[in-house]
T-cell receptor, first 112, second 114 residues
Framework: GESVGLHLPTLSVQEGDNSIINCAYS??????FIWYKQESGKGPQFIID?????DKRQGQRVTVLLNKTVKHLSLQIAATQPGDSAVYFC???????????FGTGTRLKVLA | GAGVSQTPSNKVTEKGKYVELRCDPI?????LYWYRQSLGQGPEFLIY????????DSGLPNDRFFAVRPEGSVSTLKIQRTERGDSAVYLC????????????FGPGTRLTVL
């Protein structure tokens, strides 16, 4: 079946450094991709999205890169702050279906 | 409130019992999703409603799970004959029209089956 995986379960970074979280997906027909942040005891919160007709999208301190050739996307967080500590999920959507497939998540720990 | 709300926030039940979990979506959102999140995992799709109808229920694990949305707003996820393996956080999300519209998640209901 369709799968979405992440390369690292935990990522520790120094405050102020940049963070990169990766995600691989299996369905080449997938055309919409979202990164979510989930803090303890809360539901996932939308961070940034990208559609398959783009390969890069920037937000405030965050950038998502999409490589459709190798079915890989990444989330870059600039100048990581303590408030960025959370679990980050990628989610993949394929038009014509109704479901989002989530990855297993990467826990980001920001070290002071 | 303006966000998605879910009740109860925590539910402890005994194996074999019946439970209902409620989701109040954002007003006006026609699309509603239920997900299940086990510890250390990402949310797993269960069912998607567009209005009152279940457009995709392919994620429901078996016939003990059922969900309704009779008036196109509030939804209830019903689990019969609960098993210990049903223990998880059940998340609800809504979006304006579905598809690739942004989903807004509720805080979830933590279900523990003893």
């Amino acid at each position: 079946g369709e799968s979405v995986g992440l390369h690292l379960p935990t990522l520790s970074v120094q405050e102020g450094d940049n963070s990169i979280i990766n995600c691989a997906y299996s369905n080449s027909a997938s055309d919409y991709f979202i990164w979510y942040k989930q803090e303890s005891g809360k539901g996932p919160q939308f961070i940034i999205d990208i559609r398959s007709n783009m390969d890069k999208r920037q937000g405030q301190r965050v950038t998502v890169l999409l490589n459709k050739t190798v079915k890989h996307l990444s989330l870059q967080i600039a100048a990581t702050q303590p408030g960025d500590s959370a679990v980050y999920f990628c989610a993949v959507y394929t038009s014509g279906t109704y479901k989002y497939i989530f990855g297993t998540g990467t826990r980001l720990k920001v070290l002071a | 409130g303006a966000g998605v709300s879910q009740t109860p926030s925590n539910k402890v039940t005994e194996k074999g019992k019946y439970v209902e979990l409620r989701c109040d979506p954002i007003s006006g959102h026609t699309a509603l999703y239920w997900y299940r999140q086990s510890l250390g995992q990402g949310p797993e799709f269960l069912i998607y409603f567009q209005g009152t109808g279940a457009a995709d229920d392919s994620g429901l694990p078996n016939d003990r799970f059922f969900a309704v949305r009779p008036e196109g707003s509030v939804s209830t996820l019903k689990i019969q004959r609960t098993e210990r393996g049903d223990s998880a956080v059940y998340l609800c999300a809504s979006s304006g029209t579905g598809g690739s519209d942004e989903q807004f998640f509720g805080p979830g209901t933590r279900l523990t089956v003893l």
